[in-house]
């Protein structure tokens, strides 16, 4: 477990790291064992920072793959559409991002 990653879910800051000689910058969600056995990080790839997918999105990365891992100052606002905190992705989770709570109408409160 890498306390610097569960840190930045914490306090919803983002994560700039190397990866397969590119940097990258990311809204870390969870933390954990995949179910391959290695320990990973579910993130939100940050627009730009892809030639491939240059608009950004979900990636799954290895940590023993990250190189020189920070922690920015910027925050992000939180979950990003589609986040499953219970990804079946994953084996054991360390730590992920609170799921943001579900706002109640007053219809919906009862009598």
């Given at each position: 477990?890498?306390?610097?990653?569960?840190?930045?879910?914490?306090?919803?800051?983002?994560?700039?790291?190397?990866?397969?000689?590119?940097?990258?910058?990311?809204?870390?969600?969870?933390?954990?064992?995949?179910?391959?056995?290695?320990?990973?990080?579910?993130?939100?790839?940050?627009?730009?920072?892809?030639?491939?997918?240059?608009g950004?999105?979900?990636?799954?990365?290895?940590v023993?793959?990250?190189?020189?891992?920070?922690a920015?100052?910027?925050?992000f606002?939180?979950?990003?559409?589609?986040?499953?905190?219970?990804?079946?992705?994953f084996?054991?989770?360390?730590?992920?991002?609170?799921?943001?709570?579900?706002?109640?109408?007053?219809?919906?409160?009862?009598?």
């Amino acid at each position: 477990m890498d306390p610097l990653i569960c840190a930045a879910i914490a306090s919803r800051r983002l994560l700039m790291f190397g990866y397969r000689n590119q940097v990258r910058v990311v809204e870390p969600h969870i933390h954990g064992e995949s179910t391959a056995g290695n320990e990973a990080l579910s993130a939100w790839l940050r627009p730009g920072y892809s030639r491939t997918d240059p608009g950004g999105g979900w990636r799954m990365y290895r940590v023993d793959a990250l190189v020189d891992v920070q922690a920015l100052d910027a925050a992000f606002d939180g979950a990003r559409p589609g986040y499953n905190p219970d990804d079946a992705h994953f084996a054991r989770i360390y730590c992920r991002l609170a799921p943001a709570p579900r706002l109640t109408l007053e219809a919906d409160a009862g009598p």
